[in-house]
């Protein structure tokens, strides 16, 4: 009996569970057994010597003084023919053959036994790796179900499935590959882990293997968006301003980020600096494409507009989208690309919606025109205010309509317009304050030029001419000491250090 021992020592060491649980799960399947064979609904009790491993079966009962449930109960002058020592209210154990129970019994006790151990060395899978998601771990092609790989982790296995594969890769039985773990699934038929070749994290484990400042925290990844065996683009950003993030990344002739695209069979990766500016995190991570600005539209909602060269779109979106959409990931923003053409055509649609459509010409009515001579003109053709304005007396009169009538329609149509311009004059008006306060400081000027003036009348002097001389010195002085420090000049000397 010696070897049921060895053998739930071997099977325990095997799969890594405790062999009390495949003690447990003997027990259960005898137990199991016994009500097949006996077929009672009496409560069994199994137990291993744990000397000879020997496994016993007893049926339990209770003593009681007038038995009612014969199943489970018995008398106590019964009880003591069995155990001398039973007590009312005590349970007495009757054994049971174990030697009875046939094929059929050890085959279902079999089936209890695997799985019980299936369960077990489930939970022991899910205990052990369930808090090591993202985690890059070495592993093992162990075989080939369909599209998906089994891996083999060591103390067990992992499923590779399609959709977690790169394009770019294929691999053969005993093939070593790195994968990081994507979700541990202890319901699961087959292999609870299930790795991944395709997400994120993979890259940005590489890069911390690869990269000594991101491994000390002097360097931190603050996001990748990545499309497995296309692109991924990942931020990064230097705690110590002596340190450049992205240089660091890429290594000496760069060393530190080819040695990753190896590793990913030539995925194309862009190392991004990272801005807590979405405008300048944005523009960086549409690189290679040149923004020419970009406005937020909706801070709440994260929604930006970027305005790009026309020369510059396709770069900006990609190949099938593939640009901004990985930007878009990267910043979690959503992002609208046009255009400099775009842009002025929708500039355009937008302001010729804020005109008005054509008034009717019904309008006129209340501004001194009668509805006789509106009747004439809807039914000559002449439906709106605009192309009224475009008429002239010939054609006017050619539609039976009197001089008297023309004059008439004539002042109502200015004083139609004239009410626009005067709202128009009324905002300017509005305006005008804020633009003439600032100019008040050369009040001394005209009183010294008249004292000069009276000077010089006082002595005969003629003064027209070099008073006409030093302003045009002083004008010719003004323009030339302002116009390098012009704001558009500025703007674009100071922009030029970026590009």
Request: aromatic share 4%.
């Given at each position: ?34 009500r097949?064979h ?50 009312i ?8 053959n ?34 090591r ?80 400042e991101?491994?000390d ?18 931020a ?48 960086h991570?549409l ?35 593939q ?24 500039v355009?649609?937008q ?73 128009e ?7 005008e ?26 002595a ?8 006409a ?31």
């Open positions: 009996m010696e070897t049921i021992f060895q053998s739930i020592e071997i099977l325990s060491k095997e799969k890594g569970i405790d062999p009390q649980i495949v003690y447990d799960a003997v027990k259960d399947a005898m137990l199991i057994a016994a097949k006996y077929r009672t609904n009496e409560d069994y009790v199994a137990e291993m010597d744990p000397k000879t491993g020997a496994i016993k079966l007893y049926a339990v009962k209770k003593v009681v003084e007038a038995v009612e449930d014969p199943v489970h109960e018995m008398t106590l002058s019964e009880a003591r023919r069995i155990d001398s020592s039973a007590e209210g005590g349970e007495v154990r009757i054994p049971k174990t030697d009875a129970l046939g094929r059929i019994s050890a085959q279902t006790a079999k089936q209890v036994i695997f799985q019980k151990v299936r369960e077990a060395e489930r939970e022991t899978v899910y205990n052990e790796y369930s808090g998601a993202g985690e890059l771990v070495n592993c093992t092609i162990k075989r080939v179900e369909g599209p998906d790989y089994i891996l083999d982790l060591g103390k067990t296995e992992a499923r590779l499935p399609k959709k977690e594969q790169s394009r770019l890769e294929s691999y053969s039985v005993s093939d070593r590959v790195r994968c990081v773990i994507k979700v541990v699934d202890k319901s699961s038929k087959g292999p609870g882990v299930v790795v991944s070749r395709a997400a994120p994290e993979l890259v940005m484990r590489l890069f911390e293997q690869e990269v000594p991101i491994y925290g002097t360097v931190q990844i603050k996001g990748c968006a990545r499309e497995a065996g296309e692109r991924t683009k990942i990064v950003q230097s705690r110590d301003r002596d340190v450049d993030s992205v240089g660091a990344c890429v290594g000496m002739k760069g060393m530190r980020v080819q040695s990753i695209i190896r590793e990913l069979r030539g995925e194309k990766i862009d190392i991004i600096e990272f801005s807590d500016d979405p405008v300048v995190f944005a523009t991570a690189s290679p494409a040149k923004v020419s600005r970009i406005t937020i539209l909706d801070p709440l909602e994260h929604h930006m507009e970027v305005i790009v060269d026309d020369s510059q779109l396709s770069l900006a979106i990609g190949k099938k989208g640009n901004v959409r990985l930007a878009a990931k990267l910043l979690s923003w959503k992002i609208d690309i046009k255009s400099e053409e775009e842009k002025r055509q929708e355009e649609s302001m010729a919606a804020l005109v008005a459509p054509g008034a009717p010409v019904s309008v006129l009515i209340d501004y001194g025109l009668g509805e006789n001579v509106v009747e004439k003109l809807v039914a000559g053709g002449i439906g709106t205010i605009e192309q009224l304005g475009t008429m002239t007396p010939e054609q006017l009169a050619e539609m039976d309509i009197a001089e008297d009538s023309v004059r008439v329609i004539q002042d109502s149509v200015n004083t139609y317009y004239a009410q626009f311009e005067q709202a004059a009324a905002s300017a008006e509005a305006v304050p804020a633009v003439e306060e600032p100019v008040e400081a050369p009040v001394e000027a005209p009183v010294e030029e008249s004292v000069e003036e009276a000077a010089a009348e006082a005969g002097e003629e003064i027209a001419t070099p008073h001389e030093a302003d045009t010195e002083q004008s010719g002085t003004i323009e030339d000491a302002g116009s390098p420090h012009s704001p558009s000049e500025g703007a674009v000397s100071r922009e030029h250090p970026e590009e």
